[in-house]
Structure formats: C-alpha cells, structure tokens
C-alpha cells in the first residue's frame, strides 16, 4: 500500500486492482493448496499477529472472516493475509496524479498487449512492435508457469 512507501513525483507507479470476489478465489486456491511446511513458514515465531490457520472446507466459512475482518488494526478485510481493499484505497485517493496509472487485472487478462501498450506510453519506455510482442508472449500464464516449472 502507499502508506508503506516513500512517495515520489518522479517515479511512475502501476496499481493494479481486481474484483474483490476474484481476489478471494485466489486467496483459497493458494492457501487450500498450503502443505505443512507452507503453513510453518507463514506461521514462524517472527510474523505479527495470530497464527495462519488451516484453510476451513467450507469456503463460505474463510469469505465471512475475510469480508468483515482486517489482519492488521487499519483493515476492515482481508484476513487472514492483507487487505485488498485497503491496499487499492492508499492509492485510489491520489488518483488525480499524474505519476500514478491503474489498471485493471481483468482488462489486463482480456488484452494483455493494449495493457502492455499502456504500460509503455505511461512510462516512457522506447519499445518497438517486437519488443512489446515479446513482452506479451513472455508475460502469459502458461510461459510463466512454464518458466517457473524449468527452475531447478
């Protein structure tokens, strides 16, 4: 969130948003998906706050505590990990700026070249045709997910 970070004018920031009802499905596809040591590592003797429990079988179960529960004081959501909401809110009130540009993951989804475009004219980045195909091409869900299966 931007009351986590030093504000700059002259940096450009990307702030991504998506539709709170996504962000819960993922939130229970990862964490349904946590084995014993996913679940030791977040739940080390160093991390603030209340142990991560297990995922409950019912997911209706985890949207009541994530809709109406902050992990942190300052949340209104997003237990038992951060707030969505919060996080986009720290940025949505500067949108007025002109250093700031937001965009929406499933627009992102629907047309990742014209979102890659965007990206590009925001920052003023000097990409040629090739360079922003290549960008798509390498930024898809299944070329990251394959990338990431190759590592060692």
């Known amino acids: 969130p931007l009351d986590g970070l030093p504000y700059y004018p002259e940096v450009k920031y990307l702030i991504v948003g998506?539709?709170?009802r996504?962000?819960?499905?993922?939130?229970?596809?990862?964490i349904s998906s946590?084995?014993?040591?996913?679940m030791g590592a977040l739940n080390s003797p160093d991390r603030p706050g209340d142990p991560m429990p297990p995922c409950p079988e019912d997911p209706r179960e985890l949207w009541r505590e994530w809709i109406t529960r902050g992990w942190?004081?300052?949340?209104s959501e997003g237990w038992?990990?951060?707030?969505?909401?919060?996080?986009?809110?720290t940025y949505w009130k500067y949108r007025h700026l002109p250093n700031f540009k937001f965009l929406h993951y499933n627009d992102m989804l629907a047309d990742l070249e014209g979102s890659v475009r965007e990206i590009v004219d925001f920052t003023g980045i000097d990409a040629?045709?090739?360079?922003v195909a290549r960008?798509?091409?390498n930024t898809t869900f299944a070329n990251v997910r394959k990338k990431v299966e190759e590592i060692p």
Do not use: G, I
């Open 18 to 20: 998506r539709d709170t």
């Open 135 to 137: 960008t798509v091409k």
């Open 128 to 131: 040629d045709d090739a360079t």
């Open 22 to 30: 996504d962000v819960f499905m993922s939130l229970l596809n990862h």
């Open 34 to 38: 946590y084995t014993d040591t996913a």
């Open 80 to 89: 038992p990990m951060w707030s969505n909401l919060h996080h986009t809110q």
């Open 72 to 75: 942190f004081p300052w949340e």
